[in-house]
């Protein structure tokens, strides 16, 4: 069985578009979650947000496109902007979602995948140095206290003037702090579980 880090892992097959990605996550979440119970391992499992996310990318053409997905988890949003043509950056605050986002693009795209452990709530200048980027993505990240405050000010310090921000949220209301907070030309829409909200910076 493959080992990514300190974990056993298994197969998670990913249907987007007409592809299959064969991720890999944890072997069982419950396994983590008795290790560590003050640690919720969200990064762990793969959300709906992340599915509607990718059907987006999927779909579009992303040749020459810089983007930074904020909350990579398992990395699915970034390796399909890479498979679209992105140049895609995936970062997480947590290092062990990192791993698992750079040993899944590796394993998928069959080449690296830049990843980054990166707070969206306390950007490192690592990162700030890397941007202004085209397009940010994040699917399911809006659940924390602060987060949509925190998620404003990553995207005014990382998005180029005229660029995009798709960001995937479970629940009703849960971006309204967003779209208000940066008063940027939104548009949403429902599909399946999830909502995906369009940012766009003005130019
Ligand atoms: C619910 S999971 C979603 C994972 C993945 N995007 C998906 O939709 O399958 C939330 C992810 O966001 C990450 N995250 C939460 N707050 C973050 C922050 N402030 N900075 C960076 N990553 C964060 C977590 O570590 C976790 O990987």
Not at 51 to 61: D, I, M, N, P, Q
Not at 72 to 92: E, N, P, Y
């Amino acid at each position: 069985m493959a080992r990514i880090g300190n974990f056993e892992t298994r197969e998670l097959p990913v249907a987007v578009g007409t592809r299959t990605f064969r991720l890999r996550c944890p072997r069982s979440i419950e396994e983590l979650h008795d290790a560590e119970p003050s640690a919720v391992p969200y990064w762990a499992d793969l959300w709906p947000s992340s599915l509607v996310l990718a059907e987006e990318l999927a779909g579009r053409s992303l040749a020459g496109v810089r983007v930074v997905e904020l909350g990579c988890g398992l990395g699915l949003g970034a390796i399909v902007a890479a498979q679209s043509g992105a140049d895609a950056l995936a970062t997480d605050h947590d290092r062990d979602a990192v791993a698992f986002a750079r040993d899944n693009g590796r394993r998928v795209l069959g080449r690296r995948l830049a990843t980054m452990r990166a707070d969206f709530a306390d950007l490192p200048e690592a990162l700030v140095e890397l941007a202004p980027f085209d397009l940010v993505i994040a699917a399911d990240v809006l659940y924390a206290d602060g987060s949509a405050a925190s998620l404003a000010d990553a995207l005014r310090a990382l998005l180029r003037p005229g660029g995009e921000a798709l960001v995937a949220y479970p629940w009703s209301g849960q971006a309204d702090g967003l779209v208000a907070g940066l008063g940027w030309p939104a548009t949403e829409r429902e599909e399946r579980q999830a909502r995906l909200l369009t940012l766009r910076r003005p130019g």
